[in-house]
């Protein structure tokens, strides 16, 4: 089992930063990638950045240059650096893993609130 936890979600003004953390714990050694997702209210929940562990990232394009995930592989934490944010980046983000060997993204966090204003 992986565990995952979710932090630094908050309210910004359109323009602003913020960075999410995401705490992995638990079977850690069996991560083989680890993603950002989120859902806002009404719509279904969308990829949002990926990292392969010590190797690729992938974005979706409503975030590409704005956004960037990264990893401490010694914390076993995954960040998601937000700059330039928009409404509609208003959303639950939540972070996911991959297990080795696995299908899919298959351990969720809980989410954390991030809220941009015009």
């Known amino acids: 089992q992986v565990q995952l936890v979710e932090s630094g979600g908050g309210s910004v003004q359109a323009g602003g930063s913020l960075r999410l953390s995401c705490a992995a714990s638990?079977?850690?050694?069996?991560?083989?990638?680890m993603g950002w997702f989120r859902q806002a209210p009404g719509k279904e929940r969308e990829f949002v950045a990926s990292?392969?562990?010590?190797?690729?990232?992938y974005y979706a394009d409503s975030v590409k240059g704005r956004f960037t995930i990264s990893q401490d592989n010694a914390k076993m934490l995954v960040f998601l650096q937000m700059n330039s944010l928009k409404p509609e980046d208003t959303a639950v983000y939540y972070c996911?893993?991959?297990?080795?060997?696995?299908?899919?993204?298959?351990?969720w966090g809980r989410g954390t609130q991030v809220t941009v204003s015009s």
């Open positions: 996911a893993a991959i297990r080795k060997g696995g299908g899919g993204y298959d351990s």
């Open positions: 638990g079977r850690t050694f069996d991560i083989s990638a």
């Open positions: 990292i392969i562990w010590g190797d690729s990232t």
